[in-house]
Every structure is written in structure tokens, then in C-alpha cells.
């Protein structure tokens, strides 16, 4: 986060290999970034003589048409720099950073913002979005066509002419649910090696604009740490979460298996114990229009308002039941608290000693709401503040 704008930086891998084969991949990811993108840096050595393989970046990188940034690395062993000596690469903005000492990459970061946009706020529209988000193969298109209906054509991207982030629209129980685009659905099948990272941005973008995410699993196999990220990217961007146990029809089973499998998954998923899980096919249509329910669902919890005087009291009781702990003779007094969003449903507490509470005791006041209201599928977001604004102050000195 720089002056207010938030930004992903995604490293690429380097473009100073001259085999056909990384060259490919390489002109694959500038393509890729072309959709993905903001803006693109081209970092060369600022110490040594432009190569071949500094041009040809460039020539890539304003290929695309998006704002390109020269940045000219390792300026503190580089001496005097002459600027104009790199201005044949034909990129007008020149910064000279150090990574080592830091110089430079404030103005680094202030030529990025200058760039992009602020990220805007969630569009007051009455459209949900949604994202189908796993692994490659565990059936995120073939649920999507399920969804979307078997005449819908996924439209493959022309490179660079896009940043349309959707896939689709669909209508369901009067409302219009808005289908986003990540890595495996629009491209499925060209993605060529050497840019899964782009794939990720993609699917990090798509997690960001959405309000439910659809995180599908192949029944088949097991849980792997790439789910659990995801799951907790979900949780950090405060989306929806649905976790969709697909393939089902293949799975061999008697009676105990769903059992067992849920059970397991509970535990795995267990920082996210609130969000449904369900078991479909995308072959024979198992459970798929309880997808688009669950949705909508999810979707109004995370608009529904909590009145001030109910929090209060719940607060009251929590509390009576147990105060948060203290340290070192502080202790917590907490004080009030309202809501203070929706879409996640947000919470600000006020109270002495923010600092001091402890994870297990968010986690108790959260309880507390969740068994209050139904809030299944969504993230809640608790901020604890001082109530004379001591963490501002203590910012700013
Ligand atoms: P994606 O990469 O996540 O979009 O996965 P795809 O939709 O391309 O599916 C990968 C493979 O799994 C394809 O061969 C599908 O036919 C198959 N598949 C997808 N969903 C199901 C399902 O529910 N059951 C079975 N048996 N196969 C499925």
C-alpha cells in the first residue's frame, strides 16, 4: 500500500535466456500481463551496458501499450548516472533505485501510483459477483458451463484488447449474478508454462472484486496446501466463501464416505469452520443450482445490519461471561461498539488497550455474533480501536 493505493508487485522470470523455449514463455507472460497488469517495470542493471536482452524487455513491455517504468537497478554501485544514455530503450520514465541502500524507490513507488487507480469502492449496483477459484482440472469451466448453461461459448481472449474481468452473467431468483474471470477458465488450455504467477494475479484480482468465491476441490484427491491459501486469501479480502467438493460422481464410496470426508475437510478448513461446503458433479448436475442459492445467501448476509443496541447487549454478556485478559496489570476495558460495515460485515470496538486483545478473545466475540445472527458464508471483520483514538495518535508520532 503506497499513499493510500493498493497494489500487487508480481516478479516475472527473467527474459536473459536466449533458448526459444523461455523466450516463448516470455512473450507468453508480457501477453498475459497485458490483461493483468497496470503498469509494467523494466528493471536493468544501471552499472552495466544495455544488452540485447534489456531491449528486447522493452520492446515487450511497450509492445503492450500499458505505462511502462525503466528502472534502472543497482544505482548505488553505478556512479553518475546518465539518464539520457537509457532513454534509447524508448521508455520515458526513468527511476534509478538501489534495493540496497533504498534510494530511490519512494519515487519508484509514487511513478507506480501515478499510474493506476485507486481501487474503487464495491459498485452500489444490485449484482453479485462471483468467483469459481481452484486448482487447475478439478472442474471450475465444467461447473461454470453447468451454471451458465450449455449454449454459453466462453469467449477466449484477443491479447491486450481486454481488461474485462467478466466471463459471464447469469439470473437467478431476480437477481444478476456477475461471473469473473480467473486463471483456467478463459484461458483454459493455453497457458503455457512460465506463467502460473500471472495466473494467480488473475485469480488474486478476481478474489478481490468478488463477493462469493466458489473454491473447488477434485473429491478425488486430497486437500493440498495450494486450497488452503486460497481459502485464506478469501478470508483476508473478506469475501464469501463456499467450499465446493466436486467430481463426486467419481468418487468411489459407501455409506460413510461423505462423512468421513467432511469431517476431514472441517478440520482443514477449520479457520473458515462458517463457510457451507458442498458436494457436487458437474457431470451429472449434483447439487449446481444450490451453488447460485447459496450465493444469493451469502450474498444478503453480508448485507444484513446489526442495530447498535443489539451488539451492545451481546457485547455486555460476552464480556459479563468473560473480560479479556490483561498484561502486566493493563487490562482491556472495552467500552462499546457498533457496526461499522457490511459486505463484510464489520465491527469497531472501542475500548482501552486495543493492542492487548488477544486472537482467542476475537475469536469469542465472534462466536458470540455468529450464534446470535446467521452469518454463514461470510467472513466478520473485528476492529478493536481506542476510544480517544490512541492508535491514530501513536501513528502519527
Ligand atoms: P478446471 O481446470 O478447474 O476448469 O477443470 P475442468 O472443468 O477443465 O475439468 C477438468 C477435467 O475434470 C475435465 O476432464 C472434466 O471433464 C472433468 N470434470 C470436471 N468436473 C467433473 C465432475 O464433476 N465429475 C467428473 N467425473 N469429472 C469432472
Redesign the pocket.
Known amino acids: 500500500v503506497w499513499r493510500g493505493y493498493h497494489f500487487s508487485l508480481v516478479d516475472t522470470a527473467g527474459l536473459a535466456r536466449a533458448d526459444d523455449q523461455i523466450e516463448m514463455a516470455a512473450q507468453d507472460q508480457i501477453r498475459e500481463i497485458a490483461t493483468s497488469a497496470s503498469v509494467i517495470l523494466v528493471v536493468i542493471d544501471a552499472a552495466n551496458m544495455i544488452t540485447e536482452e534489456d531491449q528486447s524487455a522493452a520492446r515487450l513491455a511497450l509492445k503492450t501499450g500499458k505505462p511502462v517504468i525503466l528502472v534502472l537497478g543497482k544505482a548505488d554501485t553505478a556512479g553518475t548516472i546518465v539518464e539520457d544514455e537509457f532513454r534509447r530503450l524508448g521508455i520515458q520514465t526513468i527511476i534509478a533505485v538501489s534495493a540496497i541502500h533504498g534510494r530511490g524507490t519512494g519515487d519508484l513507488l509514487d511513478a507506480i501510483t501515478e499510474q493506476i487507480e485507486r481501487i474503487p469502492e464495491p459498485k452500489a449496483d444490485d449484482v453479485v459477483r462471483l468467483a469459481l477459484i481452484?486448482?487447475?482440472?478439478?472442474?471450475?469451466?465444467?461447473?461454470l458451463n453447468r451454471i451458465m448453461g450449455k449454449q454459453h461459448a466462453i469467449v477466449s481472449d484477443v491479447a491486450g484488447t481486454t481488461r474485462d474481468t467478466s466471463v459471464g452473467m447469469v439470473r437467478s431468483h431476480d437477481r444478476t449474478i456477475e461471473i469473473l474471470d480467473t486463471a483456467?477458465?478463459r484461458r483454459?488450455g493455453k497457458i503455457a508454462p512460465g506463467v502460473e504467477k500471472f495466473s494467480s494475479l488473475r485469480t488474486m484480482t478476481a478474489i478481490r472484486e468478488a463477493d462469493v468465491c466458489l473454491l473447488?476441490l477434485d473429491a478425488n484427491d486430497g486437500i493440498v496446501a495450494g486450497d488452503l491459501n486460497l481459502a485464506g486469501a478469501v478470508l483476508d479480502a473478506g469475501k464469501g466463501l463456499i467450499i465446493v467438493m466436486?467430481?463426486?460422481?467419481?468418487v468411489e464410496k459407501d455409506e460413510k464416505t461423505q462423512a468421513r470426508l467432511t469431517s476431514k475437510l472441517e478440520s482443514q478448513f477449520q479457520f473458515a469452520w462458517w463457510a457451507p461446503l458442498v458436494y457436487?458433479?458437474?457431470?451429472t448436475g449434483l447439487h449446481v443450482n444450490k451453488l447460485l442459492e447459496l450465493t444469493l445467501e451469502i450474498d444478503g448476509r453480508r448485507r444484513q445490519q446489526i442495530a447498535t443496541g443489539q451488539f451492545n447487549r451481546l457485547l455486555e454478556k460476552a464480556i459479563a461471561r468473560q473480560a479479556p485478559a490483561g498484561l502486566k496489570g493493563k487490562q482491556p476495558k472495552i467500552n462499546y461498539g457498533t457496526q461499522t460495515g457490511m459486505n463484510p460485515p464489520t465491527f469497531t470496538i472501542f475500548c482501552t488497550y486495543p493492542d492487548l486483545i488477544h486472537f482467542s478473545y476475537r475469536r469469542y466475540i465472534e462466536n458470540q455474533l455468529r450464534e446470535a445472527n446467521d452469518f454463514t458464508g461470510t467472513p466478520i471483520v473485528l476492529e478493536f480501536k481506542h476510544k480517544h483514538g490512541e492508535n491514530l495518535r501513536r501513528k502519527v508520532r
Open positions: 481452484g486448482r487447475p482440472n478439478v472442474g471450475k469451466s465444467s461447473l483456467g477458465i483454459r473447488v466436486n467430481k463426486w460422481d467419481a457436487t458433479s458437474a457431470v
